[in-house]
């Protein structure tokens, strides 16, 4: 007689080790953009105490440099409309999309994210923020699937409303809306945002898919149920023609 428990049992294990391990594996954070990519942007308004300057702001450009493994390098320009260069002109900064760091610091509502989250991805740096929402918006007249983050943080002395929406497919930055309340000596309230106005971003990184990890654990999961499945078949028919 065949042991269908002997069969069933270790095939029913290794699916159970799958869900319990897959979590700790289901985000991986990879770079979405190459160097020679770049995004530039306008639209600079600022009203309030320390951020009138921004309307004097004719454009600021990040330039990726060079990708090395988890790490971005990233050249920002800019100038204000007067034809002075702006502040930071010039500069790099190396970004970790893994560790949520600029230079080794950790580094909150960066520039770049890491790409292809979805709606209830952590972002880097660990236990800060996450994308609350993934939706298609319109940006130089093409549609692309984004990534926001809202966030308001709240102490006694101020707070602060964000909005940062990101590229899904590269994970850069395509818009930026802050607005602060200072709640001491008196409330005061500043807002200040920006958006792109020109990029080579979606050209090319539009749309080569990829299959995640999810999908790849769910194919996984699949082809062991198929396989389990086919088995028992094949030892009931088997059992029946020797009957």
Same mark, same amino acid.
């Given at each position: 007689?065949?042991?269908? /428990?002997?069969?069933?049992?270790?095939?029913?294990?290794?699916?159970?080790?799958?869900?319990?391990?897959?979590?700790?594996?289901?985000?991986?954070?990879?770079?979405? %953009?190459?160097?020679?990519? =770049?995004? /530039?942007?306008?639209?600079?308004?600022?009203?309030?105490?320390?951020?009138?300057?921004?309307?004097?702001?004719?454009?600021?450009?990040?330039? %990726? $440099?060079?990708?090395?493994?988890?790490?971005?390098?990233?050249?920002?320009?800019?100038?204000?409309?007067?034809?002075?260069?702006?502040?930071?002109?010039?500069?790099?900064?190396?970004?970790?999309?893994? $560790?949520?760091?600029?230079?080794? +610091?950790?580094?909150?509502?960066? @520039?770049?994210?890491?790409?292809?989250?979805?709606?209830?991805?952590?972002?880097? @740096?660990?236990?800060?923020?996450?994308?609350?929402?993934?939706?298609?918006?319109?940006?130089?007249?093409?549609?692309?699937?984004?990534?926001?983050?809202?966030? $308001? %943080?709240?102490?006694?002395?101020?707070?602060?409303?964000?909005?940062?929406? =990101?590229? /899904?497919?590269?994970?850069?930055?395509?818009?930026?809306?802050?607005?602060?309340?200072?709640?001491?000596?008196? +409330? $005061?309230?500043?807002? =200040?945002?920006?958006?792109?106005?020109?990029?080579?971003?979606?050209?090319?990184?539009?749309?080569?898919?990829?299959?995640?990890?999810?999908?790849?654990?769910?194919?996984?999961?699949?082809?062991?149920?198929?396989?389990?499945?086919?088995?028992?078949?094949?030892?009931?028919?088997?059992?029946? /023609?020797?009957?």
């Amino acid at each position: 007689m065949y042991n269908y /428990k002997a069969i069933i049992i270790p095939f029913s294990i290794i699916i159970l080790m799958g869900v319990l391990v897959f979590p700790v594996f289901a985000l991986e954070y990879n770079p979405g %953009v190459k160097a020679g990519q =770049y995004v /530039k942007y306008g639209n600079f308004v600022g009203t309030g105490i320390g951020v009138e300057s921004f309307n004097d702001y004719s454009f600021s450009k990040l330039h %990726v $440099t060079s990708v090395s493994g988890k790490e971005i390098t990233l050249l920002s320009t800019g100038q204000f409309k007067d034809g002075t260069a702006i502040p930071g002109n010039g500069t790099t900064e190396i970004w970790n999309i893994e $560790t949520g760091t600029q230079d080794g +610091t950790p580094s909150t509502q960066g @520039p770049i994210i890491p790409a292809n989250l979805n709606q209830g991805d952590a972002i880097p @740096p660990a236990n800060t923020y996450m994308v609350n929402r993934t939706e298609n918006r319109v940006y130089l007249g093409i549609s692309s699937s984004v990534n926001i983050l809202e966030a $308001t %943080v709240t102490t006694p002395d101020y707070s602060t409303s964000l909005a940062y929406i =990101y590229d /899904k497919a590269s994970g850069i930055l395509l818009e930026s809306n802050v607005e602060t309340t200072q709640n001491q000596p008196q +409330t $005061t309230t500043s807002q =200040y945002s920006y958006s792109i106005i020109e990029t080579n971003i979606f050209a090319s990184t539009q749309k080569t898919p990829v299959l995640d990890l999810t999908t790849v654990y769910l194919l996984i999961v699949i082809a062991i149920i198929v396989i389990i499945s086919t088995a028992i078949i094949v030892l009931v028919s088997n059992r029946g /023609k020797h009957r």
